[in-house]
């Protein structure tokens, strides 16, 4: 099983440390472990620390993986924007093909024909990037991340343009994904209820830090939500016995 850890991880833009001291518990692969924060905690910045985009202290220790973290390691970032040149099947063959020489096999392309399906984003496949909504957009850059068949994936807010029925789709087919291939997925969010409802662990940054990491039913509490996120919430189990949080109002 592949394994992640983080040991006194910082990152820098330039000579500016803006992440500093992340130090997780192992993290596993077939699970998705959220990762959560406000705006400008760092969320971003720890990404792309981790898959070496970004300079700083600290190690990343990636065991029982099939190759080195360059390529084991893949990050799908916030910003979908797209070069409109291409169409949406050659971005995600580009995708496939990126560092990998460019002769085309079979099966990656019934792997693309696959990831597509799976997304329902086949219809899309000719239609130029340029001329996608938001939501589109945030799909092909899923299939993008999803056809190179990474071992951790970490995924920066990817359900962030999406509707409702897109984002509970979105959420259950990488749940799915994560337990079937043993993947490991960490998942920066906004909305809460997604971590709890479908991250087993959650970590918590605000400042550039870490403040919590743990269990998502157990990390995420009114208090966090008060402290971190400056609102007053109620957790509450719903007629079917799952937690959900009801936001009152900002905190005084
Ligand atoms: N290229 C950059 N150069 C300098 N500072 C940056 C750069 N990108 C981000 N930052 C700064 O790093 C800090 C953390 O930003 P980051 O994007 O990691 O936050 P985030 O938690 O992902 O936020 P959000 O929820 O708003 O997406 C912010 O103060 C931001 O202004």
Not at 213 to 236: C, F, K, N, Q
Request: glycine share 8%; proline share 4%.
């Amino acid at each position: 099983m592949v394994t992640l850890k983080l040991h006194e991880l910082g990152a820098k833009y330039g000579a500016e440390l803006m992440v500093e001291g992340i130090s997780t518990p192992e993290i596993r692969g077939g699970e998705m472990t959220a990762v959560i924060g406000p705006n400008a905690a760092g969320k971003s910045t720890l990404f792309k620390r981790v898959a070496g985009l970004l300079k700083g202290p600290g190690t990343v220790v990636l065991e029982g993986a099939r190759s080195e973290a360059r390529e084991a390691i893949r990050y799908m970032p916030q910003d979908t924007s797209a070069n409109a040149v291409l169409t949406v099947y050659e971005s995600i063959l580009l995708a496939a093909k990126q560092g990998a020489g460019w002769r085309v096999h079979d099966h990656e392309l019934v792997e693309i024909d696959r990831i597509l399906q799976a997304l329902q984003i086949t219809d899309l496949a000719f239609r130029n990037l340029g001329e996608l909504s938001g939501g589109q957009r945030q799909l092909v850059s899923i299939a993008q991340a999803l056809v190179r068949d990474p071992q951790v994936l970490l995924m920066d807010e990817p359900t962030s343009a999406l509707d409702l029925y897109r984002q509970v789709e979105v959420l259950n087919f990488m749940q799915a994904l994560a337990r079937r291939k043993g993947m490991l997925v960490l998942i920066a969010l906004h909305d809460l209820n997604h971590a709890l409802r479908y991250c087993t662990n959650t970590i918590v940054l605000a400042s550039g830090r870490m403040v919590a990491a743990g269990p998502s039913a157990e990390v995420i509490t009114p208090d966090l939500m008060r402290e971190i996120y400056r609102v007053e919430a109620r957790i509450e189990s719903c007629s079917r016995g799952e937690p959900h949080i009801i936001i009152d109002r900002a905190a005084a």
